[in-house]
């Protein structure tokens, strides 16, 4: 059974960081790109970043494009985010989720995502 544990998330103030993690389980993990997305109320699941199987490509919104980072450790199964000089605006439930393959076109796409995690709660406020 696939599964996509996501953590990390808490209450940080504007400026701030955090580092979430996304532990996977139940595939062949380095066969899969991992994504970042995330979700504030009232608003669409957007996508924010997304790293290939091997961790050589990257993807990266505009709206986090120099202050996020993502990477993988194979090893630990583990995808990970790191946040930096959060905003407000980055208030959101955060989703990783999983894919065998993924095409550049396709990576802001949820439907083009097999498997979610359950969500971890950022929220950046004073």
């Known amino acids: 059974e696939v599964q996509l544990q996501a953590s990390g998330g808490g209450l940080v103030q504007p400026g701030g960081s955090l580092k979430l993690s996304c532990a996977a389980s139940?595939?062949?993990?380095?066969?899969?790109?991992i994504a970042w997305f995330r979700q504030a109320p009232g608003k669409e699941r957007e996508a924010i970043s997304c790293?290939?199987?091997?961790?050589?490509?990257?993807f990266y919104a505009d709206s986090v494009k120099g202050r996020f980072a993502i990477s993988r450790d194979n090893a630990k199964n583990t995808v990970y985010l790191q946040m930096n000089v959060l905003k407000p605006e980055d208030t959101a439930v955060y989703y990783c989720?999983?894919?065998?393959?993924?095409?550049?076109?396709?990576?802001?796409?949820?439907?083009?995502?097999?498997?979610w995690g359950q969500g971890t709660l950022v929220t950046v406020s004073s």
């Open positions: 989720a999983a894919a065998p393959r993924v095409i550049v076109s396709s990576i802001r796409v949820p439907s083009a995502y097999s498997s």
């Open positions: 790293i290939s199987g091997s961790g050589e490509s990257a």
């Open positions: 139940g595939f062949t993990f380095d066969d899969y790109a």
